[in-house]
């Protein structure tokens, strides 16, 4: 999904003729053009069938925990296929960096680095606008249980970057790893109660159903101020969440909604991904 928003910023989604779970996608052309991009299915669920049928030139993969299952099947269909890595970045300009090797693949060099080109230029102004007015930093905490861990960011990881850049303290600094580590409920518990903000807060839409999902934290000093915001601003019928998509594209629109959690007085425009939770 990522992979179609790149596409997307190029002007070049009508290239795609296939996606895994289309339903889950929010870029406008997938879903307005079921007809023209096939859903093929999972990893270890693809429909190989289908996905030969879409004659591809060429099938962007990704492999978070490794190589992917795909790779032998696609090998054998002599199909090829190649890996954007932009999910292994970081930094959220380096993440959207990877729009000039999908420009590359699709022979739009040009048109790739014209794009990217304002993205840095816009989020160091944004960046450079924090530091200069303000010399408090908001303490913030991020997460809630998923599938019964609690997971906290890397210092050195994408979110953990974006709430410094917007002038935020995330308050878990143990975590110096190259990935997500999970910590106990008491812990959680302990790092909340001391924040002014609480971010991405999984599936929740309004306090009440963060509440309901963890009832221990209902006390703690950002729920009862109402100082809650999560990324799910643009979520599809079938939870498809754009900030997974379009928002790795523009990380300069993400800082911005971050500085308006954190420093308000600093911007007037509306949020794009984020929401507050009343």
């Known amino acids: 999904s990522t992979h179609v928003a790149m596409l997307d910023a190029l002007g070049q989604a009508d290239r795609v003729v296939g996606v895994s779970g289309r339903n889950y996608i929010s870029n406008k052309y997938v879903t307005t053009h079921p007809e023209a991009v096939a859903d093929i299915g999972f990893d270890g669920n693809i429909d190989y069938e289908l996905l030969l049928a879409q004659r591809p030139d060429l099938v962007l993969l990704f492999g978070v925990s490794g190589a992917s299952g ?20 970081e930094s959220p300009l380096g993440k959207a960096e990877w729009l000039v090797a999908i420009a590359e693949i699709t022979d739009s060099r040009e048109k790739g680095e014209a794009v990217f ?6 989020y160091d102004a944004l960046r450079a606008k924090v530091a200069a007015a303000t010399s408090k930093h908001p303490k913030v905490m991020i997460n809630t249980p ?31 790893s190259n990935r997500s580590l999970p910590i106990d409920l008491e812990e959680a518990y302990l790092l909340a109660s001391q924040v002014d903000m609480w971010l991405h807060v999984g599936m929740a839409n309004t306090l009440d159903e963060l509440k309901a999902a963890c009832p221990k934290f209902a006390d703690i000093r950002c729920v009862r101020n109402g100082f809650v915001y999560n990324n799910n601003a643009r979520i599809n019928a079938a939870g498809g969440n754009d900030y997974w998509e379009s928002a790795v594209v523009n990380p300069d629109i993400v800082l911005r909604d971050l500085i308006k959690i954190f420093h308000p007085e600093l911007v007037e425009e509306p949020f794009v991904y984020y929401k507050q939770l009343f």
């Open 70 to 89: 795909m790779e032998l099947k696609l090998l054998e269909m002599g199909i090829p296929f190649c890996y954007i890595g932009e999910y292994l970045e």
């Open 117 to 122: 080109e304002p993205v840095p230029e816009r």
């Open 146 to 176: 998923y599938a019964g861990s609690w997971f906290m960011a890397s210092t050195e990881s994408y979110v953990a970057r974006l709430i410094a850049d917007a002038g935020g303290d995330y308050i878990y600094k143990k975590n110096t």
